[in-house]
Protein backbone atom coordinates (compact mmCIF):
# COMPACT_ATOMS: atom_id res chain seq x y z
CA UNK A 1 0.00 0.00 0.00
CA UNK A 2 2.54 2.50 1.11
CA UNK A 3 4.73 1.34 -2.47
CA UNK A 4 1.51 2.37 -4.29
CA UNK A 5 1.28 5.89 -2.68
CA UNK A 6 5.00 6.53 -3.21
CA UNK A 7 4.46 5.33 -7.03
CA UNK A 8 1.16 6.97 -7.49
CA UNK A 9 2.42 10.59 -6.15
CA UNK A 10 5.39 10.65 -8.35
CA UNK A 11 3.68 12.81 -11.64
CA UNK A 12 3.19 15.78 -9.38
CA UNK A 13 6.88 15.48 -7.85
CA UNK A 14 8.46 14.36 -10.23
CA UNK A 15 11.76 16.68 -11.20
CA UNK A 16 10.98 16.90 -14.53
CA UNK A 17 8.91 19.58 -16.30
CA UNK A 18 5.37 18.97 -16.58
CA UNK A 19 3.32 18.59 -19.89
CA UNK A 20 3.88 15.46 -20.23
CA UNK A 21 1.52 12.73 -21.63
CA UNK A 22 2.22 10.53 -19.51
CA UNK A 23 -0.28 9.50 -16.37
CA UNK A 24 0.03 7.64 -13.04
CA UNK A 25 2.27 5.52 -13.61
CA UNK A 26 1.94 1.65 -12.51
CA UNK A 27 4.64 -0.79 -10.98
CA UNK A 28 4.61 -2.16 -14.86
CA UNK A 29 5.75 1.33 -16.30
CA UNK A 30 8.85 1.73 -13.71
CA UNK A 31 11.82 0.97 -15.56
CA UNK A 32 13.14 -2.61 -15.17
CA UNK A 33 15.79 -3.21 -12.44
CA UNK A 34 15.03 -0.12 -9.65
CA UNK A 35 15.37 -0.76 -6.19
CA UNK A 36 11.83 0.01 -5.44
CA UNK A 37 11.78 -1.46 -1.85
CA UNK A 38 15.03 0.59 -0.86
CA UNK A 39 12.83 4.13 -1.89
CA UNK A 40 9.92 2.40 0.34
CA UNK A 41 12.13 1.18 3.22
CA UNK A 42 15.04 3.19 2.64
CA UNK A 43 16.60 1.08 5.13
CA UNK A 44 17.92 -1.61 2.57
CA UNK A 45 22.26 -1.59 2.57
CA UNK A 46 24.04 -1.06 -1.00
CA UNK A 47 24.07 -4.26 -2.61
CA UNK A 48 26.50 -3.48 -4.96
CA UNK A 49 28.89 -1.27 -2.45
CA UNK A 50 31.51 -0.25 -4.85
CA UNK A 51 30.40 -0.79 -8.16
CA UNK A 52 27.72 -1.18 -10.39
CA UNK A 53 27.00 -3.73 -12.98
CA UNK A 54 29.15 -2.98 -15.96
CA UNK A 55 31.92 -1.00 -14.81
CA UNK A 56 32.13 -2.20 -11.14
CA UNK A 57 34.70 -0.68 -9.49
CA UNK A 58 37.99 0.85 -9.69
CA UNK A 59 40.43 -2.04 -8.78
CA UNK A 60 42.93 0.52 -7.32
CA UNK A 61 41.53 3.66 -5.69
CA UNK A 62 45.04 4.49 -3.88
CA UNK A 63 46.40 6.37 -7.15
CA UNK A 64 43.20 8.66 -7.16
CA UNK A 65 43.88 12.47 -6.51
CA UNK A 66 40.78 14.03 -5.12
CA UNK A 67 37.98 14.36 -7.07
CA UNK A 68 38.96 17.38 -9.86
CA UNK A 69 34.76 17.68 -9.94
CA UNK A 70 31.75 17.89 -7.56
CA UNK A 71 28.11 18.99 -7.98
CA UNK A 72 25.59 17.99 -5.96
CA UNK A 73 21.86 18.70 -7.67
CA UNK A 74 18.58 16.79 -8.46
CA UNK A 75 19.31 13.44 -10.16
CA UNK A 76 18.17 13.35 -14.07
CA UNK A 77 18.25 9.89 -15.64
CA UNK A 78 20.11 9.69 -19.04
CA UNK A 79 18.56 7.12 -21.15
CA UNK A 80 20.95 7.31 -24.34
CA UNK A 81 22.47 3.64 -25.62
CA UNK A 82 19.20 1.98 -24.04
CA UNK A 83 17.93 0.52 -26.72
CA UNK A 84 14.14 -0.23 -24.85
CA UNK A 85 13.44 3.23 -23.51
CA UNK A 86 13.28 4.26 -27.40
CA UNK A 87 9.37 5.51 -27.54
CA UNK A 88 9.47 5.60 -23.96
CA UNK A 89 11.77 8.78 -23.47
CA UNK A 90 11.27 11.58 -25.33
CA UNK A 91 14.92 12.72 -25.27
CA UNK A 92 16.37 9.47 -25.75
CA UNK A 93 19.07 9.36 -28.36
CA UNK A 94 20.45 5.88 -29.45
CA UNK A 95 24.26 7.25 -29.40
CA UNK A 96 26.21 8.25 -26.27
CA UNK A 97 29.72 10.21 -26.35
CA UNK A 98 31.46 7.01 -24.81
CA UNK A 99 31.65 4.31 -26.37
CA UNK A 100 32.31 0.22 -25.80
CA UNK A 101 33.74 -2.36 -27.86
CA UNK A 102 32.67 0.48 -30.27
CA UNK A 103 28.97 0.22 -29.33
CA UNK A 104 27.27 3.50 -26.88
CA UNK A 105 27.21 2.51 -23.44
CA UNK A 106 24.06 1.19 -22.55
CA UNK A 107 22.32 3.36 -19.89
CA UNK A 108 20.75 0.15 -18.72
CA UNK A 109 23.77 -1.86 -18.22
CA UNK A 110 25.79 0.45 -16.83
CA UNK A 111 26.74 2.97 -14.21
CA UNK A 112 27.68 6.39 -16.00
CA UNK A 113 27.14 10.06 -15.05
CA UNK A 114 27.28 12.82 -17.74
CA UNK A 115 29.30 16.11 -17.72
CA UNK A 116 29.50 19.00 -20.07
CA UNK A 117 32.26 19.94 -22.10
CA UNK A 118 33.51 22.62 -20.14
CA UNK A 119 33.25 20.74 -17.15
CA UNK A 120 35.23 18.37 -18.34
CA UNK A 121 37.62 20.68 -19.85
CA UNK A 122 37.69 22.54 -16.57
CA UNK A 123 38.35 19.58 -14.12
CA UNK A 124 40.93 18.03 -16.83
CA UNK A 125 38.23 15.04 -17.21
CA UNK A 126 37.97 12.80 -19.94
CA UNK A 127 35.70 9.99 -21.18
CA UNK A 128 35.80 7.05 -18.94
CA UNK A 129 37.49 8.77 -16.02
CA UNK A 130 35.60 7.15 -12.81
CA UNK A 131 33.37 8.90 -10.94
CA UNK A 132 31.26 8.43 -7.45
CA UNK A 133 27.53 9.05 -8.01
CA UNK A 134 25.68 9.38 -3.58
CA UNK A 135 22.14 9.84 -3.03
CA UNK A 136 22.28 12.21 -0.64
CA UNK A 137 19.41 11.32 1.20
CA UNK A 138 20.32 7.84 1.96
CA UNK A 139 23.97 7.79 1.64
CA UNK A 140 24.13 4.99 -1.17
CA UNK A 141 27.03 5.37 -3.55
CA UNK A 142 28.31 3.70 -6.81
CA UNK A 143 30.86 3.84 -8.87
CA UNK A 144 30.31 4.89 -12.33
CA UNK A 145 32.64 6.31 -15.29
CA UNK A 146 31.89 9.42 -17.60
CA UNK A 147 30.39 8.35 -20.56
CA UNK A 148 28.08 10.97 -22.32
CA UNK A 149 28.52 14.82 -22.52
CA UNK A 150 25.55 17.13 -22.37
CA UNK A 151 24.73 20.60 -22.59
CA UNK A 152 26.32 23.47 -20.65
CA UNK A 153 25.37 23.47 -17.36
CA UNK A 154 24.12 20.46 -16.67
CA UNK A 155 24.39 18.23 -13.36
CA UNK A 156 23.10 15.33 -11.81
CA UNK A 157 22.65 13.80 -14.98
CA UNK A 158 23.09 10.02 -14.61
CA UNK A 159 22.39 6.51 -16.40
CA UNK A 160 19.50 4.43 -15.42
CA UNK A 161 21.98 1.64 -14.16
CA UNK A 162 23.37 4.36 -11.80
CA UNK A 163 20.13 6.02 -10.97
CA UNK A 164 18.77 2.18 -9.25
CA UNK A 165 22.51 1.28 -7.72
CA UNK A 166 21.70 4.36 -5.52
CA UNK A 167 18.06 3.28 -4.80
CA UNK A 168 16.32 6.45 -7.06
CA UNK A 169 13.51 5.66 -8.96
CA UNK A 170 12.24 6.15 -11.84
CA UNK A 171 9.67 5.66 -15.03
CA UNK A 172 10.23 4.31 -18.33
CA UNK A 173 10.03 8.05 -20.15
CA UNK A 174 12.99 8.62 -17.73
CA UNK A 175 11.35 11.03 -15.06
CA UNK A 176 12.49 10.61 -11.31
CA UNK A 177 10.00 9.81 -8.50
CA UNK A 178 10.42 12.48 -6.22
CA UNK A 179 13.47 15.02 -6.28
CA UNK A 180 15.96 12.53 -5.83
CA UNK A 181 19.16 14.74 -5.10
CA UNK A 182 22.98 13.25 -6.11
CA UNK A 183 26.12 14.12 -5.66
CA UNK A 184 28.83 13.36 -8.14
CA UNK A 185 32.47 13.34 -8.17
CA UNK A 186 34.53 12.69 -11.14
CA UNK A 187 38.12 11.79 -10.58
CA UNK A 188 40.45 12.94 -13.69
CA UNK A 189 43.33 10.95 -15.44
CA UNK A 190 41.51 7.69 -13.88
CA UNK A 191 40.21 6.19 -17.14
CA UNK A 192 43.02 3.87 -17.39
CA UNK A 193 42.03 2.73 -13.90
CA UNK A 194 40.39 -1.16 -14.91
CA UNK A 195 37.64 -2.06 -12.91
CA UNK A 196 36.93 -5.32 -10.75
CA UNK B 1 30.43 3.43 -70.17
CA UNK B 2 29.21 1.59 -67.16
CA UNK B 3 32.64 1.53 -65.59
CA UNK B 4 33.10 5.35 -66.14
CA UNK B 5 29.80 5.49 -64.15
CA UNK B 6 31.03 3.28 -61.71
CA UNK B 7 33.67 5.70 -60.86
CA UNK B 8 31.49 8.51 -61.18
CA UNK B 9 29.40 6.98 -58.17
CA UNK B 10 32.42 5.66 -56.17
CA UNK B 11 33.95 9.50 -56.47
CA UNK B 12 30.76 11.28 -55.53
CA UNK B 13 30.28 8.76 -52.58
CA UNK B 14 33.66 9.46 -50.94
CA UNK B 15 32.85 12.69 -51.60
CA UNK B 16 30.23 12.82 -49.64
CA UNK B 17 31.17 10.86 -46.74
CA UNK B 18 34.52 12.95 -46.53
CA UNK B 19 32.36 16.07 -46.12
CA UNK B 20 30.43 14.54 -43.65
CA UNK B 21 33.33 13.72 -41.38
CA UNK B 22 35.13 16.48 -42.84
CA UNK B 23 35.23 17.92 -39.25
CA UNK B 24 37.06 15.60 -37.97
CA UNK B 25 39.10 14.36 -40.50
CA UNK B 26 43.01 15.67 -39.92
CA UNK B 27 43.39 18.83 -41.01
CA UNK B 28 45.24 22.08 -40.11
CA UNK B 29 44.12 25.31 -40.18
CA UNK B 30 46.41 28.56 -41.06
CA UNK B 31 46.50 31.60 -38.87
CA UNK B 32 46.28 34.91 -41.65
CA UNK B 33 49.82 35.40 -40.76
CA UNK B 34 51.26 31.53 -41.26
CA UNK B 35 53.10 32.09 -37.93
CA UNK B 36 50.82 29.25 -36.57
CA UNK B 37 48.58 26.20 -37.23
CA UNK B 38 45.80 24.75 -35.43
CA UNK B 39 45.85 21.12 -35.90
CA UNK B 40 42.68 18.98 -35.49
CA UNK B 41 44.65 15.30 -35.37
CA UNK B 42 44.75 13.42 -32.66
CA UNK B 43 43.91 15.88 -30.72
CA UNK B 44 43.47 19.75 -30.98
CA UNK B 45 46.63 21.92 -30.71
CA UNK B 46 48.34 24.67 -31.50
CA UNK B 47 51.40 24.27 -33.65
CA UNK B 48 54.31 26.63 -34.38
CA UNK B 49 55.80 26.91 -38.33
CA UNK B 50 58.30 23.99 -37.32
CA UNK B 51 55.97 21.95 -35.79
CA UNK B 52 56.31 22.23 -32.63
CA UNK B 53 53.56 21.85 -29.89
CA UNK B 54 52.60 25.13 -28.36
CA UNK B 55 49.48 24.68 -26.43
CA UNK B 56 47.16 21.80 -26.84
CA UNK B 57 43.10 22.80 -26.20
CA UNK B 58 41.65 18.55 -26.75
CA UNK B 59 44.08 15.61 -25.60
CA UNK B 60 42.05 13.21 -28.01
CA UNK B 61 38.72 13.34 -29.92
CA UNK B 62 36.85 10.65 -28.40
CA UNK B 63 33.17 11.39 -28.96
CA UNK B 64 33.91 14.62 -30.52
CA UNK B 65 31.16 15.05 -33.38
CA UNK B 66 32.96 18.34 -35.03
CA UNK B 67 35.73 20.74 -34.40
CA UNK B 68 34.72 24.63 -35.47
CA UNK B 69 37.56 26.94 -34.96
CA UNK B 70 38.23 30.36 -36.89
CA UNK B 71 41.60 32.54 -36.32
CA UNK B 72 40.94 36.21 -35.07
CA UNK B 73 42.36 38.67 -38.11
CA UNK B 74 44.80 39.92 -36.24
CA UNK B 75 46.05 35.85 -35.80
CA UNK B 76 46.64 36.36 -31.55
CA UNK B 77 43.95 33.61 -31.16
CA UNK B 78 41.94 30.91 -32.13
CA UNK B 79 38.28 30.38 -31.24
CA UNK B 80 36.95 26.91 -31.10
CA UNK B 81 33.87 25.08 -30.80
CA UNK B 82 33.82 21.32 -29.99
CA UNK B 83 31.10 19.67 -30.19
CA UNK B 84 29.58 15.97 -28.92
CA UNK B 85 26.20 14.91 -29.68
CA UNK B 86 24.38 16.38 -26.51
CA UNK B 87 26.91 19.71 -26.40
CA UNK B 88 29.49 21.78 -27.16
CA UNK B 89 31.98 23.97 -25.77
CA UNK B 90 34.12 27.10 -26.51
CA UNK B 91 37.81 27.12 -25.90
CA UNK B 92 40.07 29.80 -27.28
CA UNK B 93 43.90 29.80 -27.77
CA UNK B 94 45.42 33.03 -27.49
CA UNK B 95 48.80 34.35 -27.29
CA UNK B 96 50.08 37.28 -25.07
CA UNK B 97 53.62 38.48 -24.06
CA UNK B 98 54.51 35.53 -22.07
CA UNK B 99 53.55 33.20 -24.46
CA UNK B 100 50.56 31.08 -25.37
CA UNK B 101 48.00 30.34 -22.93
CA UNK B 102 44.68 28.13 -23.24
CA UNK B 103 41.04 29.53 -22.00
CA UNK B 104 37.43 27.89 -22.10
CA UNK B 105 34.13 29.70 -21.86
CA UNK B 106 32.11 28.97 -18.73
CA UNK B 107 28.65 27.27 -18.69
CA UNK B 108 27.52 29.93 -16.01
CA UNK B 109 27.11 32.39 -19.15
CA UNK B 110 24.94 30.70 -21.13
CA UNK B 111 21.20 32.19 -19.93
CA UNK B 112 18.96 29.19 -20.19
CA UNK B 113 16.27 30.00 -18.40
CA UNK B 114 16.00 33.77 -19.67
CA UNK B 115 16.55 32.37 -23.46
CA UNK B 116 13.74 29.52 -23.04
CA UNK B 117 11.39 32.30 -21.45
CA UNK B 118 11.89 34.70 -24.31
CA UNK B 119 11.06 32.08 -26.61
CA UNK B 120 7.84 31.20 -24.39
CA UNK B 121 9.36 27.31 -23.35
CA UNK B 122 10.32 25.56 -21.11
CA UNK B 123 11.65 22.69 -19.78
CA UNK B 124 14.80 20.66 -19.00
CA UNK B 125 17.72 21.35 -21.31
CA UNK B 126 18.96 18.23 -23.00
CA UNK B 127 21.05 19.02 -25.45
CA UNK B 128 23.00 22.49 -27.26
CA UNK B 129 25.08 23.11 -30.07
CA UNK B 130 26.71 25.88 -31.74
CA UNK B 131 28.98 26.93 -34.38
CA UNK B 132 31.68 29.92 -35.03
CA UNK B 133 30.11 33.01 -37.13
CA UNK B 134 32.02 35.91 -38.30
CA UNK B 135 34.37 37.97 -36.41
CA UNK B 136 33.42 41.18 -35.70
CA UNK B 137 36.87 42.16 -34.64
CA UNK B 138 40.15 40.55 -33.62
CA UNK B 139 38.64 40.17 -30.12
CA UNK B 140 34.70 39.54 -30.47
CA UNK B 141 33.48 36.79 -32.64
CA UNK B 142 29.94 35.94 -33.20
CA UNK B 143 28.56 32.27 -32.29
CA UNK B 144 25.41 30.56 -33.41
CA UNK B 145 23.61 28.54 -31.51
CA UNK B 146 20.60 26.47 -30.59
CA UNK B 147 19.25 24.43 -27.49
CA UNK B 148 17.08 21.90 -27.41
CA UNK B 149 14.57 21.66 -24.33
CA UNK B 150 12.70 18.39 -23.32
CA UNK B 151 10.02 17.15 -26.02
CA UNK B 152 12.61 18.17 -28.68
CA UNK B 153 11.10 22.16 -28.43
CA UNK B 154 14.22 23.95 -30.25
CA UNK B 155 15.42 27.51 -29.15
CA UNK B 156 18.25 29.16 -31.77
CA UNK B 157 20.13 32.08 -30.20
CA UNK B 158 23.25 34.50 -31.12
CA UNK B 159 25.83 35.51 -28.77
CA UNK B 160 29.21 37.29 -29.05
CA UNK B 161 32.14 35.97 -27.63
CA UNK B 162 34.71 38.54 -26.83
CA UNK B 163 38.35 38.50 -25.31
CA UNK B 164 37.90 40.19 -21.65
CA UNK B 165 41.46 41.88 -21.25
CA UNK B 166 41.33 40.27 -17.60
CA UNK B 167 43.03 38.21 -16.21
CA UNK B 168 41.88 34.77 -15.90
CA UNK B 169 42.19 32.31 -12.59
CA UNK B 170 43.96 28.93 -14.07
CA UNK B 171 41.79 25.67 -13.26
CA UNK B 172 42.46 21.91 -12.86
CA UNK B 173 42.24 21.43 -16.89
CA UNK B 174 45.12 24.16 -17.29
CA UNK B 175 42.25 26.66 -19.28
CA UNK B 176 42.46 30.09 -18.14
CA UNK B 177 39.15 31.21 -16.72
CA UNK B 178 37.54 34.46 -17.06
CA UNK B 179 39.87 35.49 -20.22
CA UNK B 180 36.79 34.28 -22.80
CA UNK B 181 33.14 35.51 -22.32
CA UNK B 182 29.85 35.10 -23.92
CA UNK B 183 27.74 38.38 -23.76
CA UNK B 184 24.67 39.96 -25.81
CA UNK B 185 23.17 36.70 -25.58
CA UNK B 186 19.76 36.76 -28.02
CA UNK B 187 17.22 34.84 -29.82
CA UNK B 188 17.65 34.51 -33.39
Same mark, same amino acid.
Given at each position: ?????????????????????????? &???? +?? %?? @? $? /?????? !???? =??????????????????????????????????????????????????????????????????????? &???? +?? %?? @? $? /?????? !???? =??????????????????????????????????????????????????????????? | ????????????????????????????????????????????????????????????????????????????????????????????????????????????????????????????????????????????????????????????????????????????????????????????
Amino acid at each position: MLLLATISGCDNSSSQPSGSTSGTPS &AGDL +AQ %GQ @Q $I /GNVVSG !TQPV =TNAGGAPGFGSPQDVSQFDAASFTASSIAKIDTDGDPSAQGYDPNWNPQTSGHIDGQPVNSAEYAYVVMSQ &AQMA +AS %GA @Q $I /GDWAQV !TNNA =TGQTVWARVEDVGPPGGTGEISEACATAVGIQFQKNSWTVGNPNVTVQVFSGTKSVPGN | MRTILRCLLASALVANLGWAEGSLTPKEIRAPDGAHTLEIGLGVRVADSGGSNLVTLANNLEGIQHVDAKWSPDSHSVVVVISYIRGSGVEAAYMDGSGWHKALQSDTDLPVEELARQAGTSGRLVAQQCRLADWLDSRRITVNGELVFSGQKKVRYRYTIIFTGEPGHLDPGGFEEGVIKGIGYHLR
